[in-house]
């Protein structure tokens, strides 16, 4: 089984700073693609930021320049640092990673649980 925890949302002024993390754990051969996905009520989930196993990132055109993705393989852990953080950010935050849990096996999309993150304006 594999298990993603995600930690770090809460509440924030607007123009402050979050920092999430995402821990991967459980049966884990390789993991590929790692992603950040916010989620509005009432609408689905949309692509924050996403980084490959090799380091290279892609971000939302809306937060370019504010936000950063990180990964630390050592760890199996993804990071997002936001900053300048708006109120129409406020939303429930997913971690996404493609995980392969053995050699045989075929890479699978896991999410984690959600992390609420408020912007007050």
């Known amino acids: 089984q594999v298990q993603l925890v995600e930690s770090g949302g809460g509440l924030v002024q607007a123009g402050g700073s979050l920092r999430l993390s995402c821990a991967a754990s459980?049966?884990?051969?390789?993991?590929?693609?790692m992603g950040w996905y916010r989620q509005f009520p009432g609408n689905q989930r949309e692509l924050v930021a996403a980084?490959?196993?090799?380091?290279?990132?892609n971000y939302a055109d809306s937060v370019k320049g504010r936000f950063t993705i990180s990964r630390d393989n050592t760890k199996n852990t993804v990071y997002l640092q936001m900053n300048s953080l708006k109120p129409e950010e406020t939303a429930v935050y997913y971690c996404?990673?493609?995980?392969?849990?053995?050699?045989?096996?075929?890479?699978?999309?896991?999410w984690g649980q959600g992390t609420q993150v408020t912007v007050s304006s």
């Open positions: 996404k990673a493609d995980i392969q849990t053995s050699a045989l096996r075929f890479v699978y999309s896991y």
């Open positions: 980084v490959t196993s090799g380091g290279t990132t």
């Open positions: 459980g049966s884990i051969f390789s993991i590929n693609r």
